[in-house]
């Protein structure tokens, strides 16, 4: 947990520290910002030079998530009209996991 | 989660007393439901919830995703049902509470919760009404940043996005209305780094008590305290 806390805490510090070159450009700025920090903004904006998936390769991971071994474990509802029935019939509560299948 | 917990014969028989419902964001064009997850206001994957049977969110999990944890948080899903149903046959004070659980859930916006607050505002305790202050400030918060997110999703420049992103943070600040949790600190270290830029000693001093204030209890506190405190230092030596 304290593990997760100093992950966020990094976190929040990088996101600062990538933001503060940038937001005074266009005002009077004699410190440059640092190459470095540059670059990661650069990289940033321009969301790096990978490709967006296509749908074909989108459907694929789709199909590989679905072959998770963990989904036979539990009566996991995919259909989500279904799960909402389902609980209106039997009173109990619906658990949801939201995933995604697009990116790791 | 899902080689572990999801595949352990615990979660099989705990799961037996719910609902189970999967859903998968896949990015594939016209597939029904797939914007789910940001319809219910999710932000971060993966996300675990309780819903009613008409959808409606009762419990968002931010707990460790072990059963004990979650059945916690189940709990609190059915105490948030059966608080709507106190507040459906007229008892006032559960309709005070249950409005604080719906601003909790982010189940109004800024502008109908401000509006359903000053009804309710006269009746609240002060420490409901403290609550509620919090969390509209929450909500305003997230509202304008969503929507300065979505801005640069529709193409605004970047530069641009930065410099209102960096004023609305010193908006929020030069207000005094913090949002709660870390969001507060990153307002705190943005607000610290402009400061420092821009060369506003009193501003990056003042920013900084703030930060001693609300950083004290964070992992990591003491190492950013002295990298802010040699900037303002910096700054006091270089006038």
Same mark, same amino acid.
């Given at each position: 947990m304290n593990h997760c806390k100093s992950l966020g805490f990094a976190l929040l510090g990088a996101t600062a520290a990538l933001l503060m070159p940038v937001m005074v450009q266009g005002q009077e700025n004699k410190n440059p910002p640092k190459k470095k920090l540059v670059r990661a903004v650069k990289l940033t904006a321009s969301g790096?030079?990978?490709?967006?998936?296509?749908?074909?390769?989108?459907?694929?991971?789709f199909t590989k998530k679905l072959e998770g071994a963990w989904i036979k474990n539990a009566a996991w509802n995919l259909d989500y009209e279904k799960a909402l029935q389902a609980s209106q019939e039997s009173g109990k509560q619906v658990f949801a996991y939201f995933t995604r299948s697009y990116a790791p | 989660m899902e080689n572990g917990l999801f595949s352990s014969a615990d979660f099989t028989e705990w799961s037996k007393n719910y609902v189970l419902y999967l859903h998968i964001s896949t990015r594939l064009e016209g597939r029904e439901h797939e914007g789910l997850f940001r319809a219910k206001g999710f932000t971060g994957f993966p996300t675990l919830a309780f819903l009613d049977a008409e959808g409606g969110l009762c419990a968002k999990h931010a707990g460790s995703r072990v059963i004990p944890e979650i059945q916690t948080t189940a709990d609190k899903a059915r105490a948030y049902m059966v608080l709507r149903s106190k507040a459906a046959s007229g008892d006032k004070v559960a309709v005070q509470h249950l409005f604080v659980a719906d601003l909790e859930l982010a189940r109004y916006d800024f502008a109908?919760?401000?509006?359903?607050?000053?009804? *309710?505002? +006269? &009746?609240?305790?002060?420490?409901?009404?403290?609550?509620?202050?919090?969390?509209?400030?929450?909500?305003?918060?997230?509202?304008?940043?969503?929507? *300065?997110? +979505? &801005?640069?999703s529709a193409g605004l420049d970047r530069k641009e996005y930065t410099r209102r992103y960096q004023g609305l943070n010193l908006d929020f600040y030069r207000s005094g209305l913090f949002p709660s949790g870390r969001t507060a600190l990153s307002i705190l270290m943005g607000v610290m780094g402009y400061a420092f830029q821009n060369k506003d000693e009193a501003l990056l001093a003042q920013a900084l008590e703030k930060f001693k204030a609300q950083a004290s209890n964070q992992p990591g506190f003491a190492p950013r305290v002295s990298r802010y405190e040699s900037m303002l230092a910096q700054l006091r030596g270089d006038k």
């Open positions: 790096g030079s990978r490709k967006p998936p296509t749908q074909p390769e989108l459907k694929q991971r | 109908l919760g401000s509006l359903k607050l000053a009804g *309710l505002r +006269k &009746e609240m305790p002060q420490s409901l009404q403290k609550k509620a202050d919090q969390l509209m400030i929450d909500i305003q918060y997230n509202e304008l940043r969503r929507r *300065l997110s +979505k &801005e640069l």
